[in-house]
């Protein structure tokens, strides 16, 4: 075996020809796999057109035996500046796919910020509303501060971060001593 765990595949349209090419070769290694909401006439910017692709490539994988569980859509981030609907688009079909289908989301979140200024910013903001609509995956730069900040942040407000654990532990100094515990102390 070439993997350690579950192989991911990337990724599966909704095209099908590359439907019946790769959502076998996805059951037969027990993989998981990425499905993107385009097909045959392309990317959709109609919502209702994407999630029509998101579910077939969802209910397609179930007949091969893929669990839902091992299915994850890219709705598709568009560039903002390009497509001013791009970002709230995404995240209705984020919503829909987790509350209708049941599966996961992810997508490539600095293509919202392509060919604007500050796109760390922007692309941080992008993700805190994502998640808020349901995103659960995302490709991303970790090592930018306000991404970090960001995630860590949704992450709390979201429920995701049992007692705040991961926040607290990121925002203790040297010392072991949080901002906050710093702060009363001056008081």
Same mark, same amino acid.
């Given at each position: 075996?070439?993997?350690?765990?579950?192989?991911?595949?990337?990724?599966?349209?909704?095209?099908?020809?590359?439907?019946?090419?790769?959502?076998?070769?996805?059951?037969?290694?027990?993989?998981?796999?990425?499905?993107?909401?385009?097909?045959?006439?392309?990317?959709?910017?109609?919502?209702?057109?994407?999630?029509?692709?998101?579910?077939?490539?969802?209910?397609?994988?179930?007949?091969?035996?893929?669990?839902?569980?091992?299915?994850?859509?890219?709705?598709?981030?568009?560039?903002?500046?390009?497509?001013?609907?791009?970002?709230?688009?995404?995240?209705?079909?984020?919503?829909?796919?987790?509350?209708?289908?049941?599966?996961?989301?992810?997508?490539?979140?600095?293509?919202?910020?392509?060919?604007?200024?500050?796109?760390?910013?922007?692309?941080?903001?992008?993700?805190?509303?994502?998640?808020?609509?349901?995103?659960?995956?995302?490709?991303?730069?970790?090592?930018?501060?306000?991404?970090?900040?960001?995630?860590?942040?949704?992450?709390?407000?979201?429920?995701?971060?049992?007692?705040? !654990?991961?926040?607290? !532990?990121?925002?203790?100094?040297?010392?072991?001593?949080?901002?906050? !515990?710093?702060?009363?102390?001056?008081?």
């Amino acid at each position: 075996m070439a993997y350690d765990g579950k192989p991911l595949v990337n990724s599966v349209t909704g095209e099908e020809e590359r439907l019946e090419a790769v959502l076998p070769l996805v059951a037969t290694h027990g993989a998981a796999v990425i499905g993107i909401a385009n097909d045959e006439s392309g990317i959709s910017y109609d919502v209702d057109v994407r999630f029509d692709v998101a579910e077939k490539i969802v209910k397609r994988a179930e007949t091969f035996g893929i669990a839902r569980a091992d299915v994850i859509i890219d709705p598709l981030a568009m560039p903002v500046g390009a497509i001013e609907t791009s970002a709230t688009a995404l995240f209705e079909i984020v919503r829909r796919v987790s509350d209708e289908l049941g599966v996961n989301t992810v997508c490539g979140a600095s293509n919202i910020s392509f060919g604007l200024p500050n796109r760390s910013g922007l692309n941080a903001a992008f993700l805190a509303m994502a998640i808020g609509a349901g995103m659960t995956c995302a490709i991303t730069n970790p090592m930018e501060d306000s991404i970090r900040t960001t995630l860590l942040a949704a992450d709390v407000l979201m429920g995701h971060d049992e007692n705040c !654990q991961a926040w607290v !532990q990121t925002h203790r100094d040297a010392t072991g001593t949080s901002r906050r !515990q710093r702060h009363r102390r001056r008081q």
